[in-house]
């Protein structure tokens, strides 16, 4: 199987068949295009996330950004800790410190965990599980009509094409000037999504939202479409994405639409011109770059430079994320 979040075929054949909902309390579950499961219990809204990573801030900040598209902000932390025998206590140790500094920075309890310690780990892995509470899930698919605007916010690539650079710097300078190649580097702090909240919640008919992550752009796209069961039209052109992150990726002959997003989001909404607008104003990137469509169809429209459309492509199912065609463990 490729690196990276399960294919969807295999995940909705091996996985997604065989969970059965029986808790009347659950509203929403495991599913493509899911981000996160939102239980109501006694009225109120608990919303859990889960995210993977070799680094633990990636990890860390999946699975808020999973949280943040459900429209609240997480509270808790559970963290597993998945070490190989050879790794020292020390490390162990660092890592924990780190976990404090995270749960400091953004207000989050660590509530427990697991520490399990495997020669079958050939590198030391962690899973974080958020929980947060919530008056109002931002949700409404049943609202979701075709010429509804898809906005995105954040960059295309913006984390993969961070990792690629700063794993493979040396490489890099064989091209670019190392002047050019700090300048794209991101801080970051950019790739959590929980600032986001405040603009959202001031803005009106929000339908879905869907973090952008492995598999980037392209298979967030995917994901999205399949789970509000409707198609797209994307604009090419109007997707937002910075030209240090198109480069890069042309010198590993890699996708930057298929690499790793995180940092990024897409927002189903009945008229973007307010989350837009709520967004730049905060010196985001953000662009409305397409509309949802009256059949099934999953379009990227590309035009030349005079906006005449040239061509019409329909998207495929992600397999896997391209940033593994460049560094081994993310």
Known sequence: MESGSLEELKLTRSVIKHIQKKDKSLQQGTGVGDDYSHYNIDDKNLVFASAVSADMYIAWVKAINNIVVSGAKPFGAMITVLLNNETEEKLLKKYMELANKLADKYNIQIMGGHTQVSPVYKSDSFCITMVAETKDVIRNIKEIKPDCDIVMVGNAGCMGSDLILKHKE????????????????????????????????????IYYMHDISTSGLYGALWQMSVKIKKGFEIDHGFIPINQGTIEISEFFNINPYLLDGTGAMLVIVKDAAE?????????????????????????ILYHDADYNKIEKRFLTPAKGDEIYKVLTVV
Not at 275 to 299: C, Q, R, W, Y
């Open 170 to 205: 040396d490489e890099l300078r064989e091209r670019f000037a190392s002047s050019y190649l700090d300048e794209q580097k991101i801080n970051a702090s950019n790739y959590c999504l929980n600032e986001y909240i405040e603009i959202i919640k001031k803005c009106k008919d």
């Open 275 to 299: 989350l837009v607008e709520k967004f730049e104003n905060a010196k985001i990137p953000v662009a409305s770059i397409g509309k949802i469509t009256d059949n099934h169809d999953k379009v």
